[in-house]
């Protein structure tokens, strides 16, 4: 199965539905069935933003499953839509226009055990145990 590792908080915060697109500077053709990797980088200026949550970030580990349903442009209008969604959670992109990238829509998000496991760059393969 496709595997992405996202840093944390985000990688939880996708895990927890809080953040349905995942951003990256290359666009994807993928669709379909893919396990959220929360990386051993942490982003320590949004782990601030985001520590009133009360939620915990593990890292170095799987945690979530979900499906990457569509992949868009980062666009004024997208901008703009994700301010009315979640300023907080999308501030990053929001406030600096001038970041140029593709959005990765997630939708059917579970969490999972987690499963300790190091990650990788780009779009990434793990066998996954389909009975879990």
Not at 10 to 26: H, M, N, S, V
Not at 57 to 86: F, H, Q, W
Request: proline share 5%; charged share 30%; hydrophobic share 35%.
């Amino acid at each position: 199965m496709k595997v992405i590792t996202i840093k944390q908080p985000f990688a939880t915060l996708i895990a927890e539905g809080l953040k349905r697109y995942e951003f990256r500077t290359w666009k994807t053709k993928y669709r379909g069935e893919i396990l959220i990797h929360a990386g051993k980088s942490i982003d320590k200026k949004a782990m601030k933003k985001f520590e009133r949550l009360g939620l915990s970030y593990p890292t170095g580990c799987i945690i979530a499953k979900a499906m990457i349903t569509d992949c868009v442009l980062v666009d004024d209008l997208l901008r703009k839509n994700l301010s009315k969604e979640n300023e907080l959670v999308y501030s990053g992109v929001i406030k600096h226009p001038e970041w140029e990238g593709y959005g990765f829509l997630l939708e059917n998000v579970e969490k999972i055990p987690p499963i300790s496991v190091n990650g990788k760059l780009g779009l990434w393969n793990y066998t996954y145990p389909e009975n879990k």
